[in-house]
């Protein structure tokens, strides 16, 4: 297959996600990282794209006008931008006809996911979202097996992504625009509170129709929420809980979903993602590995761990494909649908919130 | 110290609970049991009473009679029926000056539970409530540690208790009388849930001043609650959650606590109980073990497995201590405040669950 | 069934071993102390028994005699002195027709051991040997389950205990006798690697034929070995390892057992003493607990941790079962043969140690 | 940094280790792969190149000639064919002046390895051997720690490596090299022993002066060893294991290493990487991650599970920055030194195996 010129905004020397899709683009061969609008300052623009050794733009709107019309120009581009910024470069790039791979949230505004759904619908390019711990193995092999009913019907979903490094008031380039309501829309139900909300989406094929959230900003004058607790209530008569926090203090990065059924339950934690605990119901708990994993997506053979870059990297090697016409794994790629998704979600716990918790609809 | 008389009340063969305060009062060798009502059924309260060779009544109130009468009568009862007896034997002992130690939660109603504690306040006699699992060790340890602020002001507390044994319509002793709603008064919040809620407070010295509770019955036809989902506001700015369920298909007796404060977090699991995993806010997490335990309530060096029984027994040993007259470790002994506390705390639950979950105060 | 009236000799105050027997012994209600020789030392034999409520005596002989001339006198003895001091009460009580209830190793020489063998042969009483490890739930499963043929034929068996308390030269009761010589006879192959060797004995039906051992005394000034690692060859084609050590630090009482077959592995570790790993060939691994477990050898339903103790009392509870009458769990309860086999263990490592590790035969 | 032109001799399509390699090139972006002699078939090698969209040689001693001669030649050279095929290009390539990053073990026979220390030794091109384990973020950590003294002298040291994949007679492109004699050089010892040999070595700083060893070949038929059982003992009074086998099933790649010292102790495994266990001696253990890590190496914050990739990326990483010129990272990348000690520690095994476990001494 030939690799994918791929383009990227955002992301310039310091940033921490731009790294990691740069990693994951590389990571299987499958794109060529060849041009970027790397930053708003043109200076560290140009100085970022240097050390990449790629062309250079401090402007997103022309960087895709010049794309385009390029015949080597980029054909898909990242946008790994702070949430208020996603907006306008995938607009830009999917009016262009170039396919935009999006970092998540969508956005941090219903206005801006509403123009950039409707350029999706446009049609002139693929828009992907990366969601990217639906990715990993072993989260694919839990979806396959609650859909071929290993559970039975669903009764509990409970997810959690607990962090601390946001307990105290620090300040620094990652904190500071999560924590800033103009730029990222909300707190952590928006950094990884839709993360936890995708991943059960996904795995579940389920979605909740109605939540009631007691959102927290437990650091004095945090003008975001940093903790909330979210109660779920699913149409099939299913109920659920996420637990989102950035000031559990000591807990790293600890995403986890546990699903209890009529005919057995599911255990699965990224702190030791190459793990999923299967147990069926009146039966001793398994421990799956990627032996028991049949979704392909995977370099090493069980036992070899892989892990956040690796899971990262499925993403980018199934977008790939699809953009080189492999409709096959299309499925398994979250898009504008899950977009739009996790910023309902995002509604849906500040509303509920504002009416001190009572149940709300979640309008998708 | 001369072992005291012990009788109880409910527990004949077949019984779980009434085996296991058995095994609890007889571990350290710090009671007899010479008598006992094992059951309302006549025959078998004399059979059972025969093969333990007790002294037996097939009546509670006559028992209180008699062995308040006797020179040599029991100095405490254990009260081990199902909930909605708990309160007219408790009551018939501590009017004739008798020691009770009663199973939980307190009572299947608030009237039994006021009547209860009106009969403590008559002061003839002590009343002591068997909430086991604080009483383990490393439980111990971290209400120690709570106390001497190792985690600052605490931000964040959740309790679980997950079981999966009633994620059928089974039918059995165990299980009929705790689905019945006159017998048990509630279902998993009772049952189950008063444990996790008195861990929480016992550890964090805290209790909620207001709940938000969403009951479910799981399965088709249950007549109480078998999952519940309830969420905690602390008068000190803490939040909080208790998740009960009992149809979480392969949980075993999936008992937790999770504590985040300013300072540090602890997290203890009753599967491996004498681990207590403690993290000081920029730091790496301790796996502190009975060797860093200070409470002296356990028998063996670490490294030699103590758990469920020998916690029951810390709180059997703890009341024989008090009884005896040595006042020491009477405030880690669970009593009618806890007990009426698990009866606010079902209450509220049940109260918040018929306003759809509205913020409801926790009267105690 | 009617409670076994039991003697002790050894386990005075302050006694660790002791202690756990005696709470073994009640655990189950099948036993009452009524008797002991606590103590060489008079005045603390008669304030120990004192503390007891138990007939004292300063001497285990006189003790034997008087005993088995009364009425009521004691079924069995518990002996929990120093090595060296279990063949001279052990034979006495044997020849007196009093059962008797030995601690491990067997004893501190061969010829002691000898003696003791000759006494048992006699048949006046019965002899148990407390290798308690072997009577814990999962431990009993796993050997059930090698017994069946779960693992195929087994290829290689991997046994560890590794304690960090005598990583200095420190000097309380318990580490004094163990570092010398002629209380002990051994180091930590006898305290510790006896357990290790009687464990794998159990749980494969098998017996090494050849071994070769590298002793070390790490702690400078020690007189036994401290650290041993020990390579097996079973005449079945099998190969092992024993590895006991008591220097290595932060260990509480690192026991375990890995076992590998041609159709199957099973793993144990004392830490989690409820969880069994068992992985069937070509399958993900299980994680038993007593839910699988079919001995029967528990008082509480899984997940409600059972430990060291109740391991201990399950043997005692089997020990009165056999003197009772009940010959259905004999062969589950080590005797004089696991103590012989115990002693030509200590033997061949020494031997082979002799020899810097050539391989010996173990002459049973 | 310029990219580091990269050439590859063996690593056909169907290899396992030569595409673990190009993805450890790729994911810093510090390589660029432009030739390669991907399989003695011509054809083979034509195809795999072609899918790569690199220069294509079938030769590798033309390759080494016309990589020499061009301008844009590789500068380095990736070695990852089978053992006995590792000598040959690797001192062609060496001769010609270009740098080797070649896999373990060395080779697979004394003579080969001495040729090709030699060829290092002529000083044209640097060597680099791929013990990727050592590379691992907590596996440096760990060595950073011992070389502090946070562990005080050293006293045991414990490695294994377990598989299972191995426990039948399978037939298959990896299994079969491995288990030829002449293509392997030997089984289990070399294939995964000597990982653990340099893991050992790598966190300690220390390597035995003798070892004792017993091979087995549990497979029927099997030509080499496919289970070992090795004592080591260090010049420092310290002792050691290590154990590694093939045939046992369940194990998927069970890697680790223990360590005990005299002030602490250390524990890592493979299996969850980010995790190494620290106990300072009279403390409670530690659970250190890349939070603790100083050695830089690696690409996301804690909690981001990186693993055997990543890892791997890490030695390609530091090789790129030696051969531009950072001799800072020199001495954590394995080179010839850890081949010949690798090399002399089979020869040791063998040695000692043919003399039924004598202690030989480890001639590097």
Redesign the interface.
Same mark, same amino acid.
Request: without cysteine; proline residues 8%.
């Given at each position: 297959m030939k690799p994918v010129r791929l383009g990227m905004v955002g992301g310039g020397s310091g940033a921490?996600i731009g790294?990691?899709h740069?990693?994951a683009a590389?990571?299987?061969?499958r794109f060529d990282l060849v041009a970027g609008a790397l930053s708003s300052d043109p200076d560290r623009a140009a100085q970022s794209a240097a050390e990449?050794g790629i062309r250079s733009y401090s402007d997103f709107t022309q960087m895709a006008e010049a794309e385009a019309a390029r015949d080597d120009g980029v054909e898909a581009v990242s946008v790994v931008t702070p949430n208020h910024m996603h907006a306008a470069p995938a607009i830009a790039f999917l009016n262009a006809g170039i396919h935009v791979i999006c970092d998540k949230p969508l956005a941090a505004t219903a206005e801006q996911a509403a123009q950039m759904a409707q350029a999706v619908r446009a049609g002139k390019a693929r828009f992907f979202l990366t969601h990217n711990y639906s990715a990993m193995p072993m989260v694919r092999e839990a979806r396959a097996m609650v859909a071929e009913g290993a559970l039975g019907d669903i009764?509990?979903v409970?997810a959690e992504y607990l962090?601390?490094?946001l307990?105290d008031q620090t300040s620094n380039k990652q904190a500071d625009w999560r924590t800033d309501p103009k730029q990222a829309g909300a707190g952590a139900i928006g950094d990884i509170g839709t993360h936890a909300w995708q991943l059960a989406a996904f795995v579940t094929g389920q979605t909740p129709d109605t939540l009631?959230a007691?959102l927290?900003s437990?650091v004095p004058g945090r003008a975001v929420d940093d903790?909330a607790?979210i *109660?779920l +209530?699913y149409g099939s008569?299913a109920?659920g809980?996420i637990?989102v926090?950035q000031?559990?203090? &000591?807990?790293?990065? !600890?995403l986890s979903l546990r699903l209890?059924?009529?005919?057995?339950?599911l255990e699965w934690r990224?702190?030791?993602?190459e793990e999923l605990i299967?147990?069926?119901?009146d039966? *001793?708990? +398994?421990?799956?590995?990627r032996?028991?994993d049949r979704s392909a997506s995977s370099?090493?053979?069980? &036992?070899?761990?892989? !892990?956040?870059?690796?899971g990262f990297a499925n993403l980018y090697s199934d977008i790939a494909a699809v953009i080189r016409g492999d409709r096959s794994v299309e499925d398994r790629i979250p898009g504008i649908q899950d977009g739009l998704s996790g910023m309902a979600f995002i509604a849906a716990c500040q509303n509920s919130a504002q009416q001190?918790?009572?149940?709300v609809k979640v309008q998708i």
């Open positions: 921490f790294a990691v740069r990693i590389r990571m299987d061969g990449l009764r509990l409970q962090q601390g490094w307990a009631s007691d927290s437990m903790d607790r *109660a +209530r008569g109920k809980g637990w926090s000031v559990a203090v &000591g807990q790293e990065n !600890g209890f059924g009529t005919k057995g339950a990224l702190r030791h993602p299967y147990t069926p119901k039966e *001793a708990p +398994r421990i799956l590995t032996a028991q370099r090493t053979p069980p &036992g070899h761990p892989e !892990g956040y870059l690796e001190d918790g009572a149940w």
